[in-house]
């Protein structure tokens, strides 16, 4: 179903996007994508990059947004937007840029990205280069809502997570590689795409930009720990850090000595500083993508071993394992870190601003439905719950004995047209759903049978109080009077057979004929009556489990052999809705 509004985000909070600079280095040893081999890599405002992982959803790095939206201190006035190159990576003109580009509506991110506690009680945070070591960059994933759908052309990548997520209700296409940490100790070769200086210039109208690339490197470090991982004062200084959570290098080996200056490549050039091109600024926010890939410079990626115990991947495709973040000092080579999707915490964050409520892979803050009955959310009266409470199960013999009986939201009970999703009066008996205790049924018969549990013994735990204590109590279901309930005392307990004496006052003969008939003579209606253990004086007894015996109709009761009884044998069905009533003699 497609889908065209912003609902209310589920981690972090939402802001409101604004245009601003944020540049860093990133691929090495690339090649133009000239083959469309990686259309869900998109440029993403003026000087990133990002990754669609689901319908109107995608990935890139906190340093590429704005100050201001990251803190919601300021208004947006001009709207954040990706841009989608065409199938050959680039673009034919300005008509072609302004087709690929979708806005940003919204986005959330982990609040582990700053450190706050280094800034001052009256500081408002920001951004800005000055205080840009306060950015945590392992934990730097921003998630962003679409206001619209890529172009058709373009299918999301699947995202590598953590073995202990629960991914169920992801929008995203998921896999688990539980071997991760033993793979990277071969430092296997990956891929990074990007929009970065260096390759791929090209001029748009009077806009010079650059088109999608991609890398190959070498996957050389991570770790799980990244507490006190802080960035350079920068995002294009070199810093070092005793905790990575991924770090990919050149498979050339290549130093900034021998690479240069990206910045120094104009549009329409080709890049001269090595062997290999170099894409440089502009592709922070990338992915970083493990598994199956093309080559390029005579490299190639690493492919998966087939899938073992407790993972689920496809060896034959790629997957993003993290977004591409800044440079840092490894050893005397150029090395770039990356925001891990695979680490417990960040997986966490990832599925629940991805999460998909229905099932209909639209993650919950891009989806018109979210609970997918048929009624967008803002006239919908139960946007989350397709499912809603629409009067009483009841389950014999089970504990607890009774829950809510739930009905389907996109039926139209009441045939007027109108789904129940949004129809203040689902069963058209004039009585608002919110005060009808049956809103889906004219009259008073809400209650559905649910499947029995055995006959449970615990219901009669004689080891201190003595069963003779206990009570079963008779009562309607529908439309229940306390002040009308009968107390039959028990005398003795078999396998689904249950001996009682008369309530007070009561005749054998008048005790059996209250049975009989049920709620008729005891509720003011005559549908369902229950038979229910309690303590003494109505309460459940402490060495006893209260539960429901039977609820049922009294239609499918049968009695006899009654003359001479002082008291009544009452011999369950095994569904709980049947009761057969004799008589008995005892002293």
């Given at each position: 179903m497609r889908r065209t509004k912003l609902a209310i985000l589920t981690w972090g909070f939402w802001c409101a996007l604004s245009l601003g600079p944020a540049t860093s280095r990133a691929v090495i040893n690339g090649s133009d994508d000239a083959t469309g081999a990686y259309p869900?890599?998109?440029?993403f405002g003026s000087g990133c990059s990002s990754v669609l992982v689901a319908p109107r959803v995608m990935l890139t790095s906190g340093h590429c947004m704005p100050a201001?939206?990251?803190?919601?201190?300021d208004v947006a006035t001009s709207p954040l937007a990706v841009t989608f190159a065409e199938?050959?990576?680039g673009w034919t003109d300005l008509a072609s840029f302004n087709s690929r580009r979708v806005p940003v509506q919204g986005?959330?991110?982990?609040?582990e990205l700053f450190d706050l506690s280094q800034c001052?009680?009256?500081?408002?945070?920001?951004?800005?280069?000055?205080?840009?070591?306060?950015?945590?960059?392992?934990?730097?994933?921003?998630?962003?809502?679409?206001?619209?759908?890529?172009?058709?052309d373009v299918t999301p990548l699947p995202i590598l997570v953590h073995s202990s997520t629960g991914t169920s209700h992801s929008a995203a296409e998921v896999g688990v590689f539980t071997g991760l940490e033993t793979w990277v100790q071969s430092e296997p070769v990956v891929t990074t795409v990007g929009y970065g200086v260096g390759s791929h210039a090209e001029t748009v109208g009077t806009m010079q930009v650059r088109g999608r690339d991609y890398g190959l490197q070498r996957w050389v470090e991570t770790e799980t720990d990244f507490s006190g991982y802080l960035g350079a004062s920068n995002c294009n200084a070199l810093v070092g850090s005793t905790n990575r959570p991924g770090v990919v290098v050149s498979p050339a080996d290549l130093t900034a000595a021998q690479v240069g200056d990206p910045w120094a490549v104009q549009p329409g050039q080709d890049w001269q500083g090595s062997q290999h091109s170099h894409s440089g600024g502009g592709d922070s926010g990338g992915p970083v993508l493990v598994g199956a890939g093309i080559g390029a410079k005579g490299d190639a990626p690493t492919p998966y071993?087939?899938?073992?115990a407790g993972t689920s991947y496809d060896p034959g495709r790629n997957y993003v394992a993290g977004t591409a973040s800044l440079w840092v000092a490894y050893g005397g080579e150029l090395a770039t870190a990356f925001n891990p999707t695979w680490t417990a915490s960040a997986s966490a964050f990832l599925m629940s601003a991805l999460h998909d409520s229905d099932g209909d892979s639209w993650a919950d803050p891009v989806d018109d439905d979210r609970d997918g009955d048929g009624c967008?959310?803002?006239?919908?009266?139960h946007p989350d719950d397709r499912w809603v409470p629409i009067g009483t199960e009841v389950r014999p013999n089970c504990n607890p004995?009774?829950?809510?009986?739930?009905?389907d939201e996109s039926l139209d009970s009441d045939a007027d047209g109108v789904p129940n999703c949004r129809d203040d009066d689902d069963d058209g008996d004039l009585l608002p759903d919110a005060q009808d205790p049956c809103p889906v049924h004219v009259g008073n018969l809400c209650v559905k049978f649910g499947p029995p549990c055995p006959w449970n013994p615990k219901f009669f735990d004689c080891r201190t109080a003595g069963c003779f204590e206990l009570l079963v109590k008779l009562s309607s279901v529908i439309n229940p009077d306390p002040t009308r309930d009968l107390f039959f005392p028990v005398l003795e307990v078999g396998e689904g057979l249950l001996t009682v004496g008369p309530p007070e006052g009561m005749t054998v003969a008048e005790s059996a004929r209250m049975l009989a008939r049920g709620a008729r003579s005891v509720g003011r209606t005559s549908e369902v009556a229950t038979l229910e253990v309690v303590g003494p004086y109505g309460r459940v007894g402490p060495d006893t489990v209260g539960g429901i015996l039977a609820a049922y109709e009294p239609s499918r009761v049968k009695v006899g052999g009654l003359r001479g009884a002082t008291a009544l044998e009452l011999r369950f069905g095994r569904d709980g809705r049947s009761l057969e009533i004799s008589g008995t003699r005892r002293r």
């Amino acid at each position: 179903m497609r889908r065209t509004k912003l609902a209310i985000l589920t981690w972090g909070f939402w802001c409101a996007l604004s245009l601003g600079p944020a540049t860093s280095r990133a691929v090495i040893n690339g090649s133009d994508d000239a083959t469309g081999a990686y259309p869900a890599v998109a440029a993403f405002g003026s000087g990133c990059s990002s990754v669609l992982v689901a319908p109107r959803v995608m990935l890139t790095s906190g340093h590429c947004m704005p100050a201001h939206t990251l803190s919601c201190t300021d208004v947006a006035t001009s709207p954040l937007a990706v841009t989608f190159a065409e199938p050959d990576g680039g673009w034919t003109d300005l008509a072609s840029f302004n087709s690929r580009r979708v806005p940003v509506q919204g986005f959330v991110r982990r609040s582990e990205l700053f450190d706050l506690s280094q800034c001052s009680s009256s500081d408002i945070y920001d951004c800005s280069d000055a205080e840009r070591p306060l950015i945590d960059h392992s934990k730097e994933l921003i998630v962003m809502y679409l206001a619209a759908e890529a172009p058709a052309d373009v299918t999301p990548l699947p995202i590598l997570v953590h073995s202990s997520t629960g991914t169920s209700h992801s929008a995203a296409e998921v896999g688990v590689f539980t071997g991760l940490e033993t793979w990277v100790q071969s430092e296997p070769v990956v891929t990074t795409v990007g929009y970065g200086v260096g390759s791929h210039a090209e001029t748009v109208g009077t806009m010079q930009v650059r088109g999608r690339d991609y890398g190959l490197q070498r996957w050389v470090e991570t770790e799980t720990d990244f507490s006190g991982y802080l960035g350079a004062s920068n995002c294009n200084a070199l810093v070092g850090s005793t905790n990575r959570p991924g770090v990919v290098v050149s498979p050339a080996d290549l130093t900034a000595a021998q690479v240069g200056d990206p910045w120094a490549v104009q549009p329409g050039q080709d890049w001269q500083g090595s062997q290999h091109s170099h894409s440089g600024g502009g592709d922070s926010g990338g992915p970083v993508l493990v598994g199956a890939g093309i080559g390029a410079k005579g490299d190639a990626p690493t492919p998966y071993s087939g899938p073992g115990a407790g993972t689920s991947y496809d060896p034959g495709r790629n997957y993003v394992a993290g977004t591409a973040s800044l440079w840092v000092a490894y050893g005397g080579e150029l090395a770039t870190a990356f925001n891990p999707t695979w680490t417990a915490s960040a997986s966490a964050f990832l599925m629940s601003a991805l999460h998909d409520s229905d099932g209909d892979s639209w993650a919950d803050p891009v989806d018109d439905d979210r609970d997918g009955d048929g009624c967008d959310n803002d006239v919908d009266q139960h946007p989350d719950d397709r499912w809603v409470p629409i009067g009483t199960e009841v389950r014999p013999n089970c504990n607890p004995s009774t829950a809510p009986w739930l009905g389907d939201e996109s039926l139209d009970s009441d045939a007027d047209g109108v789904p129940n999703c949004r129809d203040d009066d689902d069963d058209g008996d004039l009585l608002p759903d919110a005060q009808d205790p049956c809103p889906v049924h004219v009259g008073n018969l809400c209650v559905k049978f649910g499947p029995p549990c055995p006959w449970n013994p615990k219901f009669f735990d004689c080891r201190t109080a003595g069963c003779f204590e206990l009570l079963v109590k008779l009562s309607s279901v529908i439309n229940p009077d306390p002040t009308r309930d009968l107390f039959f005392p028990v005398l003795e307990v078999g396998e689904g057979l249950l001996t009682v004496g008369p309530p007070e006052g009561m005749t054998v003969a008048e005790s059996a004929r209250m049975l009989a008939r049920g709620a008729r003579s005891v509720g003011r209606t005559s549908e369902v009556a229950t038979l229910e253990v309690v303590g003494p004086y109505g309460r459940v007894g402490p060495d006893t489990v209260g539960g429901i015996l039977a609820a049922y109709e009294p239609s499918r009761v049968k009695v006899g052999g009654l003359r001479g009884a002082t008291a009544l044998e009452l011999r369950f069905g095994r569904d709980g809705r049947s009761l057969e009533i004799s008589g008995t003699r005892r002293r």
